[in-house]
């Protein structure tokens, strides 16, 4: 079904943060189904405005500035007892977050979207990999994670108001100002939220080197309409990006060639052993024969000390999951976005040597989060 779109825009397919997975089959749910939800001006699937990856935080008036949450993009449609939630890329997420649903359903208005982020507070920081675990085909399983971990709604935009007024064409400043008027509704202390904006640059530079769990800093134009499916300068993304000394505990071969594919990485824990926390498969092409001469000459069992790369999945093969064990002697300096339950999310870009820095120096301390949450922003964690 295409979105019943306000006025012509063109429109570009939303390219996803990142792909949910959906594990199982769910056919015959109704929370499932992605029909629209009737009387509203716009239906899912709808595409989310996009921004675009920037360096800097743009300045000027033009600016306000917002916190890019570690979550998952969700757009929200309710009209009267039909609430549909979905993701950036276009699937339903309701079943998943049936605590949200129900939250949406306590809201006094009857009809209206609303464009925010799904995050899940765990203690003082926000937990992705158990953000992760809602995407589960057992709804038993759902339902016991919702009440053991229940998720925030972080809204922070109006795309549809309580009146089924659609204000695409509006520009942010004015759908901003709507949005507050809106988020007046929202429950003391319940699970939806307006997710803070600030027009003060030296206030955004602040949340992007001082708060910790923050996935970056979202600048958008003050005088932009809401663009569906767009990736335009008028929104722009300027992620967090942190770095690390680490130990070179192992390596894999290339799927093809006898060359050297991926680097694994190593820390070193309090409890004084190597712990494997990741990878890096980002070095030059041309210099992969001459390091991989280097690395056969340092193999040597066992390699990491403590926790060690996985074993066989049914998404891998017996040759993609073998490793070298190396004397634990490089250090590598590699470039991170998050580190969460003891490795890094993601896959690391490779640097530089380290020649200089001792293994023994590349410690845990490196990735502590920061001790300032990102939940502070919302004032009440």
């Not at 699970?191 to 080197?209: C, E, F, K, V």
Request: include cysteine; charge should be positive; aromatic fraction near 8%.
């Amino acid at each position: 079904m295409q979105p019943r779109a306000i006025r012509k825009t063109r429109q570009a397919p939303a390219t996803p943060k990142r792909e949910l997975r959906v594990v199982g089959k769910t056919r015959g749910r109704k929370d499932d189904a992605n029909d629209g939800a009737p009387g509203l001006p716009i239906e899912p699937p709808f595409p989310a405005m996009e921004a675009l990856p920037a360096a800097a935080l743009p300045q000027g008036p033009e600016w306000q500035y917002e916190p890019k949450w570690d979550g998952f993009r969700c757009l929200v449609f309710r009209s009267g007892s039909d609430v549909k939630l979905q993701s950036k890329g276009g699937q339903p997420l309701g079943r998943y977050f049936p605590e949200l649903v129900r939250e949406v359903l306590r809201l006094k208005p009857q009809q209206f979207v609303l464009d925010g982020e799904i995050v899940i507070p765990v203690g003082k920081q926000l937990s992705f990999d158990d953000l992760l675990m809602r995407i589960h085909p057992a709804e038993s399983r759902i339902r016991k994670l919702a009440s053991e971990t229940p998720a925030l709604l972080l809204v922070f935009d109006l795309l549809v108001n309580e009146h089924g007024e659609p204000l695409l064409e509006h520009p942010l400043a004015e759908r901003r100002l709507r949005l507050e008027a809106f988020a007046r509704r929202f429950l003391a202390g319940d699970s939806i939220r307006l997710s803070p904006m600030t027009q003060d640059y030296r206030q955004a530079r602040q949340w992007y080197q001082n708060i910790g769990g923050l996935d970056g800093i979202v600048a958008k134009r003050r005088d932009a309409p809401y663009e569906p499916g767009m990736r335009t300068g008028v929104m722009q993304k300027i992620k967090r990006l942190r770095t690390a000394d680490c130990v070179v505990g192992g390596f894999r071969y290339a799927s093809k060639g006898a060359v050297v594919g991926s680097l694994l990485l190593g820390l070193y824990g309090a409890d004084g052993l190597l712990h494997h926390v990741g990878f890096t498969s980002s070095m030059a092409a041309a210099e992969r024969k001459q390091l991989t001469r280097k690395l056969e000459a340092l193999i040597r069992p066992p390699g990491f000390t403590g926790k060690a790369p996985g074993g066989l999945s049914r998404w891998s093969t017996k040759r993609s999951m073998e490793w070298e064990p190396l004397e634990p002697v490089l250090v590598a300096e590699v470039r991170f976005d998050h580190f969460t339950g003891g490795r890094f999310r993601h896959g690391t870009k490779f640097l530089r040597w380290r020649p200089d820095k001792s293994p023994r120096q590349c410690t845990m301390d490196q990735v502590r989060a920061e001790s300032r949450s990102s939940l502070k922003l919302l004032g009440s964690f």
